[in-house]
Every structure is written in C-alpha cells, then in structure tokens.
Nanobody, 120 residues
Framework: QVSVVESGGGLAQPGGSLTLSCAVF????????MAWFGQRPGKERELVAR???????TYGDYAQGRFTISRDNAKNMAYLWMSGLKREDTAVYYC??????????????WGQGTQVTVSS
C-alpha cells in the first residue's frame, strides 16, 4: 500500500513564496515520476511540474518559470518551490507518485491536496 501526503500550503501574499512538500509512504520500492498538479477553483487539474527519479524535470504552462520542482530519492520526497506568487496561483495543489507494480504496471497515487491561497 502506498500513500502520498502533501504539506506546506497556506496563505501567502502576492509576490511571496511557499515551498510545498510531498512524502511517499509504504511499498514505493519502484518509485518513478513524481509531479505536482494545481486545481484552481472551478477549473480542471493541471500539471505544474514533473520530475523523474533521474531528476529530469518538465514544467507545464501553469508555472510560467516561477516554480521549481525537486526531489530527494533517499527520502521518497518531492518539493515545489513557488516564488513570485500571484492571486491566480490560488489553488489546491496535489502531488502524484508513479510506482511500478506487479507486471510492470505503473500505478499513480495521489495525495489529498494542500490549499494555497494568495491574497493580501
């Protein structure tokens, strides 16, 4: 069983920064990509950033060069450093973890989400 837990959300001022953390627990021996998705109010979930276990990164348009994803393979954790925050970054941020299971099937696990609110 694998569980994903996000933390670090909260209230930030415009122009400020936040760091989100994502921890993967359980039978994640073959942890592959980890990613952050953002879901703005009334919108669909969008890719913010993805990082492979070899540290290759991909960013969606969402981040617009202001966010940085990183990970610590030894701890099964990923991070999202968010800078230059804008009101439109207000969203629930979800972490996903892809784990290779039986038969080389990739299973994606999601966290419960962490709320980020950008407001003065």
């Amino acid at each position: 069983q694998v569980s994903v837990v996000e933390s670090g959300g909260g209230l930030a001022q415009p122009g400020g920064s936040l760091t989100l953390s994502c921890a993967v627990f359980g039978s994640a021996f073959n942890l592959e990509d980890m990613a952050w998705f953002g879901q703005r109010p009334g919108k669909e979930r969008e890719l913010v950033a993805r990082i492979t276990n070899g540290y290759a990164t991909t960013y969606g348009d969402y981040a617009q060069g202001r966010f940085t994803i990183s990970r610590d393979n030894a701890k099964n954790m990923a991070y999202l450093w968010m800078s230059g925050l804008k009101r439109e970054d207000t969203a629930v941020y979800y972490c996903s973890a892809d784990v290779i299971g039986t038969g080389r099937v990739v299973n994606r696990y999601w966290g419960q989400g962490t709320q980020v609110t950008v407001s003065s």
